[in-house]
């Protein structure tokens, strides 16, 4: 008797496909913060700020505590709200710090398959631009790490906010327009840079889709509705402060004075971890722009001329539906076009049907999970693994004077250092090196500050801290520097230098002035 061969339905084929996007994407958002036992990277401030809001009540305070720096608490606070509100159930805010932003961008990736499913009009094409989106480590990088708290929820509203808009051009229902007004509200209360790429995006959406009376009255709607919803916040803010912290930071943004050319050096950056999907990516663009169908690049470019500091995380959306195009309409196309040329026939076939599409597909799939893997370590190496670093803020809270003022030399990049971050928050002293925060005080005077601060990384004795300390009138009273190849001058300096130790474990010494 012969056997008969069972096949996928379509449907079925993005089911799998889609469930092992979200298998596969939970295990590598995951990973890093199981291994690292502590946030990733950043998130120092937003220890303070989540104290802060707690400690006052659940009203949005004057300024945070942070760094004792008097810098506004103007930052959009809901995913603050959420992690005090957590913090009442007896999770730990560092718990929550740790495991929320990973938790929150693995809801991106169903949010994302949604969108692209309405714009893709195909469930198997969007479950290969989830697939895509959930695996390639530009998804979830940044966002899973402390300071994702705000980054993952802005991305996740963002996607949510642009698939009601659609759905609210496409159908017209209230229910919609709703939902509209509500994810774009959450998406400027979660982060700034979140609500002016959510508008944009949304304007693009309604030049698109939704140039009717009716698509028109809706998205001014939506508008009013969105800025009702966040004027608690953005209201309160300026009664105490004005708009001085709002102007402050648009100064902190390394914006080009050409966005296009911004966009083509990222692009072409040898960056091994992307250069994989840069390649599916501008293939899929040429398809896309040969095709004449130029909605998807409009909103890749769209970032870029809006928001170029962020503009990476937010291209990224359309990036991965431009790459998906690439997998499942220009690489069957040419493989026909090949045939064609070779004088064999080309059949009709759907590409859910083709096996060689599925293994090449499913091959794809484990190499990006494998790539991810190697992702993470470097993401573990990020954060401050337990114990030496908790133990130095521990030690330095309990045995310096309250109001002491510290240098950090670490011999790492000032904005990318966790130690710089961190230590305001868990050894409540202040540090003259650390900028988070800044970017809401500083105006124009933040990369000046930035630059200063890079200096004394370099320093290679006690002297260079001190003549830097007395240029910069940046005064200090304890010294604290990492044990690595690009401090050990300065390390052997200390006692000679006249700094008195009095810390010092295998990683870290503290020596007083």
């Not at 950043?42 to 760094?67: E, H, K, V």
């Not at 809901?78 to 929320?100: C, D, K, M, N």
Request: overall charge neutral.
């Amino acid at each position: 008797m012969k056997k008969t061969e069972r096949t996928l339905t379509r449907d079925q084929w993005a089911t799998l496909i889609l469930g092992l996007a979200l298998f596969f994407g939970l295990i590598i958002r995951l990973f890093p913060g199981l291994q690292a036992r502590f946030p990733l990277n950043d998130g120092g401030m937003f220890l303070s700020m989540i104290r802060d809001l707690r400690a006052n009540g659940f009203l949005l305070p004057q300024f945070t505590s942070y760094n004792f720096a008097d810098i506004p608490f103007a930052y959009p606070p809901f995913g603050f709200y959420v992690a005090a509100f957590l913090s009442l159930l007896g999770i730990p805010e560092l718990e929550t710090l740790r495991w929320l932003p990973a938790l929150v961008n693995f809801a991106s990736i169903p949010a994302f398959y949604l969108l692209a499913n309405v714009l893709l009009k195909d469930r198997p094409r969007a479950a290969v631009a989830a697939m895509i989106f959930a695996l390639v480590p530009s998804s979830y990088g940044w966002q899973i790490m402390g300071g994702g708290l705000t980054r993952s929820l802005g991305l996740l509203f963002i996607i949510l906010a642009l698939y009601a808009v659609y759905r609210m051009f496409e159908r017209g229902t209230w229910i919609f327009v709703l939902l509209s007004i509500l994810f774009g509200a959450l998406a400027v209360l979660s982060h700034p840079e979140a609500g002016l790429a959510t508008a944009s995006a949304c304007a693009l959406f309604w030049l698109a889709f939704g140039r009717t009376w009716r698509g028109t009255e809706q998205a001014v709607l939506v508008a009013l509705g969105v800025a009702a919803l966040t004027t608690p916040w953005w209201g309160s803010v300026l009664s105490m402060h004005g708009t001085a912290p709002f102007l402050s930071v648009l100064h902190s943004g390394a914006y080009t004075p050409n966005p296009i050319l911004g966009m083509l050096e990222e692009l072409t950056s040898l960056d091994i971890w992307l250069i994989p999907f840069r390649v599916l990516f501008v293939l899929g663009l040429s398809w896309a722009l040969w095709q004449k169908k130029f909605f998807v690049p409009m909103w890749f470019l769209m970032p870029y001329l809006v928001e170029p500091r962020s503009a990476a995380a937010f291209a990224y959306l359309p990036a991965c539906i431009l790459a998906a195009w690439f997998l499942t309409d220009a690489l069957p196309a040419f493989r026909g076009w090949l045939r064609k040329r070779k004088g064999r026939a080309v059949p009709a076939s759907d590409f859910t049907q083709s096996q060689r599409f599925g293994m090449g597909l499913f091959g794809l799939l484990l190499f990006w999970t494998l790539f991810s893997v190697f992702y993470d370590f470097a993401l573990i190496n990020t954060s401050l693994v337990p114990p030496a670093p908790q133990a130095l803020m521990d030690w330095v809270r309990v045995n310096t004077p309250e109001g002491s003022r510290f240098v950090l030399v670490t011999g790492e990049p000032v904005m990318t250092d966790p130690l710089q971050e961190w230590f305001p928050a868990l050894a409540e002293r202040r540090s003259q090196t650390t900028l988070q925060g800044f970017e809401w005080t500083l105006n124009g005077q933040f990369f000046p500050r930035l630059g200063q601060l890079l200096k004394v990384q370099d320093c290679p004795s006690v002297t260079c801290v001190d003549d830097w300390s007395r240029a910069t009138d940046l005064p200090y009273d304890y010294l604290l520097v990492k044990r690595n190849q690009e401090t050990h001058p300065l390390w052997d300096s200390l006692e000679p230098g006249g700094c008195e130790i009095v810390y010092e474990d295998t990683e870290y010494a503290v020596c007083a002035r």
